[in-house]
């Protein structure tokens, strides 16, 4: 994965990069900073495009002030190789020029073969992938061929009890059966509670408000249950925790107890208060 590396520089700074890209030839200062880079960490990467980009430049005769140069320094060379003598004017340009160009044409062939070699490398590895990867497919293609199909074994024809079985599903107010009370937060997975808890209503359930603990569900029978452990308690915590035998329903007694909907009575023992017999006015137990 590539990364990216952001550096803040000063004005001057840049000018002096931009300036040594343009001397080395490169159109932008990011691809000369990456050189530059990669000489000192000598990981110089291979980059087609920009080698390519700089043979356009020096082919249009955009040539860089380094190379520039050096050509004047190989004109110098053929000046002073030429003799003058009796030779025109035209002559000596086009010896001039004929011993320049030969000598640039080396230049260059000496700057692209290296390159050249590399990517006539990466061209021979990427045939020998593509030879390997077309003998892989053929073996897959000639085993699969090969390969006998699997006997899929045979469907036992279902009985009419197993399907009825699969198709039947626990009801919202069969879970609460298996749970006998639920807490508002313990309905908090259902994407709509208000309906939830409406449905479990309408199904038979007993439905309590409280001001501490929210909502609280209960299912029929375990609300009849309830009060028949509790009116068999003593006015005790421990007692009515021994009477109601299960963690849910003493819960459901610390909740209604916490609210003010039930109190002990010394003659009638625990009784509902007037909020909790109209809340829960037609549901057996009370």
């Given at each position: ?62 040539l860089p002030p380094a190379l520039q ?182 819960k459901l007694f610390e909740a209604l ?30």
């Amino acid at each position: 994965m590539a990364k990216h590396v952001i550096l803040k520089i000063s004005d001057d700074f840049y000018d002096e990069l931009k300036k040594r890209a343009e001397e080395e030839g490169y159109s932008l200062v990011s691809e000369y900073v990456l050189e530059v880079l990669s000489r000192e960490l000598e990981r110089t990467p291979f980059n087609p495009r920009a080698l390519e980009a700089r043979i356009e430049r020096i082919e249009k005769g955009e040539l860089p002030p380094a190379l520039q140069e050096a050509v004047w320094k190989l004109i110098e060379e053929a000046l002073q190789n030429v003799q003058l003598g009796d030779v025109d004017t035209k002559e000596l340009v086009n010896k001039i020029v004929d011993e320049v160009t030969k000598k640039v044409e080396r230049k260059i062939v000496d700057m692209i073969n290296p390159w050249s070699q590399k990517v006539d490398a990466l061209h021979r590895q990427l045939g020998e992938i593509m030879e390997r990867l077309e003998e892989l497919e053929s073996a897959v293609k000639k085993e699969k061929a090969e390969r006998p199909e699997p006997e899929l074994p045979r469907a036992e024809p279902q009985r009419p009890e197993r399907r009825q079985e699969k198709k039947q599903r626990k009801t919202a107010i069969d879970v609460l059966k298996e749970r006998k009370v639920n807490f508002e937060e313990d309905m908090s997975f259902a994407r709509n509670v208000d309906k939830l808890i409406e449905k479990l209503r309408r199904s038979g359930a007993v439905v309590i408000e409280t001001t501490r603990r929210g909502r609280i569900v209960v299912h029929p029978e375990a609300w009849e249950e309830f009060w028949e452990r509790l009116r068999e308690a003593g006015g005790t915590e421990d007692e009515v925790a021994e009477a109601l035998e299960d963690e849910r329903l003493f819960k459901l007694f610390e909740a209604l107890r916490e609210d003010g909907l039930i109190y002990y009575d010394a003659v009638e023992g625990w009784t509902p208060s007037p909020d909790l017999r109209r809340m829960t006015e037609g549901s057996e137990g009370l």
